[in-house]
């Protein structure tokens, strides 16, 4: 691992690996003394480095003389917001060396640098082809790292697919919006990217030894899939959540009328009772037996009513 300094004060994030003509700058977290360091020593364009300082660029390919710039975003899952969020990769490349500067939360980009640093046979396969085809295995692993968080999101699906049809539907609406909402930042993430990888093969040939087109043509493919699922995810997610509203609705729709007709048998006999409060002369008021006659006037309502609700299929 190298350190460098600006001056005799600030210790640059900057950590490289070098084998034979071939080194690999990787910056975690990158600030001013970083990119400082680096306009001192490369011929880079000052707005590139400016880029590298923002969260906020689009996937793109600058292509100059000497170097290409590149800026890639791949998704990382957010466990606390459950959402999948980007992750921006900043790049240069040009003969003989690689320049990666990123937060330090692609783990797979991690993984890789800390495999070179301690494997002498990853250092000679990934350095020994020219800085394209490093480029290529950084960028495959970070697509292959989609698979995960995309079979995910067809986990939680399957999940929810199943509270659906269960008896209780509690909180089922807040877990498919959740994953709708990942789905959406998933798709935003991914689909400015296909353009990037669809025509970086050509423009990084020059800095590699061998022939990478059926390499980033396998890739290429990769993302195609996972694009393809997400649309495939897109489309089962809504229908769950039409679903989940017709069956609610229905539920609901249930509940208001066994409602009804309890409201609706009640109202008679209310209306019987508060007669018979009246002080007023009725008949049979005075009769040892006008408690039950009332009972037995309400229990023929209730079945006179209950019959014709029967009659009629409302029941």
């Not at 680096?38 to 923002?54: G, K, R, V």
């Not at 509690?170 to 709708?180: C, D, K, Q």
């Not at 990478?212 to 899939?225: L, R, S, T």
């Not at 989940?244 to 229905?250: C, E, K």
Request: aromatic letters at 10%; a negative charge.
């Amino acid at each position: 691992m190298t350190i460098s300094k600006i001056g005799n004060e600030e210790q640059l994030r900057l950590e490289s690996l070098t084998r034979g003509n071939m080194t690999w700058f990787n910056i975690e977290g990158p600030t001013e003394h970083e990119t400082e360091y680096l306009a001192q020593n490369y011929h880079f364009h000052p707005l590139d480095l400016d880029d590298c300082l923002s969260r906020i660029q689009r996937p793109k390919i600058d292509e100059y003389k000497d170097y290409l710039f590149l800026v890639f975003h791949f998704p990382v899952f957010n466990k606390e917001a459950r959402v999948t969020t980007p992750s921006q990769l900043a790049v240069f490349i040009g003969d003989g060396y690689l320049v990666t500067l990123h937060n330090g939360d692609l783990k797979p980009l991690v993984k890789l640098f800390r495999e070179c640093q301690i494997d002498e046979d990853s250092l000679q396969e990934y350095f020994g082809q020219g800085s394209g085809y490093l480029l290529y295995r950084i960028i495959d692993r970070l697509v292959d790292y989609c698979l995960p968080i995309l079979s995910k999101i067809g986990t939680n699906i399957e999940d929810i697919e199943n509270s659906i049809f269960s008896d209780s539907m509690s909180g089922t609406v807040r877990e498919i919006s959740i994953i709708r909402r990942d789905i959406i930042s998933f798709r935003r993430i991914i689909w400015p990217m296909r353009a990037v990888l669809g025509s970086l093969e050509r423009r990084i040939r020059r800095f590699s030894t061998m022939d990478m087109a059926v390499y980033f043509g396998d890739m290429v493919d990769h993302v195609d899939k996972i694009w393809d699922e997400l649309d495939e995810y897109k489309e089962v997610i809504e229908g769950l959540k039409d679903t989940h509203d017709s069956l609610a609705t229905n539920r609901t729709n249930e509940v208001v009328r066994i409602l009804t007709v309890i409201a609706t048998i009640l109202l008679p006999i209310t209306v019987v009772s508060s007669i018979y409060g009246m002080n007023i002369p009725l008949p049979f008021q005075n009769s040892s037996l006008s408690l039950v006659l009332v009972f037995l006037a309400m229990a023929i309502i209730i079945g006179g009513m209950l019959y014709f609700f029967r009659r009629q299929r409302w029941i």
